[in-house]
Nanobody, 119 residues
Framework: QVQLVESGGGLVQPGGSLRLSCAAS????????MAWYRQAPEEQRELVGL??????DYADSVKGRFTISRDNAKNTVYLQMNSLKAEDTARYYC??????????????WGKGTLVTVSS
């Protein structure tokens, strides 16, 4: 059974930085796409950043401030968040599309980590 576990969230002041990590474990053959989403209270979940073998993309609201990266050997994706703003406050979810021992391609989600930007 595949599990995704996020870490690195917390409380930070405006202008500060945080680094999120998400590690996948289980019977994984290949991870095609890794991504971070976020959901603020009473808002829809939105894509923050996505990384595959050929593509890196970001939401316009985070371009120039956030950087997504991955370590394939560790099945881990990172999100470096700089110049944080109050509007970045949300629960951040890790998403991976992968091939496992049970299926050829499926989306998996972590339970999320809370990021609060406040003075």
């Amino acid at each position: 059974q595949v599990q995704l576990v996020e870490s690195g969230g917390g409380l930070v002041q405006p202008g500060g930085s945080l680094r999120l990590s998400c590690a996948a474990s289980g019977s994984i053959f290949k991870i095609y796409t890794m991504a971070w989403y976020r959901q603020a209270p009473e808002e829809q979940r939105e894509l923050v950043g996505l990384i595959s073998d050929r593509i890196i993309d970001y939401a316009d609201s985070v371009k120039g401030r956030f950087t997504i990266s991955r370590d394939n050997a560790k099945n881990t994706v990172y999100l470096q968040m700089n110049s944080l703003k109050a509007e970045d406050t949300a629960r951040y979810y890790c998403n991976m599309y992968m091939r496992t021992i049970q299926d050829d391609g499926m989306d998996y989600w972590g339970k999320g980590t809370l990021v609060t930007v406040s003075s």
